[in-house]
């Protein structure tokens, strides 16, 4: 869960998304590179600090939720407007 962290956890994708989440940090320096200094980007987007950057606001515990999704057939509304555009 810790891009910085080679040893760190793989978190899977779900299909156990809950309809309320708090709201993760919006740092694209942390999220995508992984750090929250945007000086030390090494312009390689790894995209990997999502979970790092949602457990800041929520737990390490819950960070994991994030990467949860809706099955198409509970979210016909969104499910039907993304293959629209």
Same mark, same amino acid.
């Given at each position: 869960? =810790?891009? %910085?962290?080679? #040893? ?10 809950? $309809?309320? *989440? ?9 999220s995508v590179?992984?750090?929250? =200094?945007? %000086?030390?980007? #090494? ?10 950057? $949602?457990? *800041? ?29």
């Amino acid at each position: 869960m =810790d891009p %910085n962290d080679p #040893n760190s956890v793989d978190i899977p994708m779900t299909w156990n998304a809950v $309809y309320e *989440q708090s709201d993760p940090c919006h740092s694209t320096s942390c999220s995508v590179f992984g750090f929250n =200094d945007e %000086n030390e980007a #090494n312009n390689e987007p790894y995209m990997r600090g999502f979970l790092k950057s $949602y457990s *800041q606001v929520t737990s390490d515990e819950y960070a994991p939720s994030l990467l949860d999704s809706f099955r198409s057939s509970h979210v016909p509304a969104l499910a039907n407007l993304s293959m629209e555009y």
